[in-house]
């Protein structure tokens, strides 16, 4: 975001009737527009990424709870076979 407006800026510093801008000001401009481009690859990578952590996460929570409702079932099992030898 600050790129782009640091570009908004270094264009508006132009004259509409200057037609041919000194190189450093066309290397600043390729120079902002490449940072711009590469902001925008990184930010749909990390999406990517940042979907496969989510979904590890959740996973990761669905392992934990699988393993204390299976301990939970066992220790409900066990009561009730103690019942049932009770009686």
Same mark, same amino acid.
């Given at each position: 975001?600050f790129?782009?407006?640091?570009?908004s800026? +270094?264009?508006? %510093? $132009?004259?509409? &009737?200057d037609?041919?801008?000194?190189?450093?000001?066309? &290397?600043?401009? &390729? #120079? $902002? /527009?490449?940072?711009?481009?590469?902001? &925008?690859?990184l930010?749909?990578?990390?999406?990517?990424?940042?979907?496969? !952590?989510? #979904?590890? !996460?959740?996973i990761?929570?669905? /392992? $934990?709870?699988?393993? /204390? +409702?299976?301990?939970?079932? =066992?220790i409900? =099992?066990?009561?009730?076979?103690? !019942?049932k #030898? %009770?009686?």
């Amino acid at each position: 975001m600050f790129f782009f407006l640091f570009y908004s800026e +270094v264009q508006s %510093m $132009i004259t509409p &009737n200057d037609k041919t801008p000194s190189p450093q000001y066309t &290397n600043l401009l &390729n #120079l $902002i /527009e490449s940072i711009r481009k590469k902001t &925008n690859e990184l930010e749909i990578i990390w999406g990517k990424r940042r979907l496969r !952590v989510e #979904l590890f !996460v959740q996973i990761k929570y669905f /392992e $934990i709870y699988s393993r /204390e +409702v299976c301990i939970i079932i =066992n220790i409900i =099992n066990q009561i009730e076979f103690c !019942v049932k #030898l %009770m009686y």
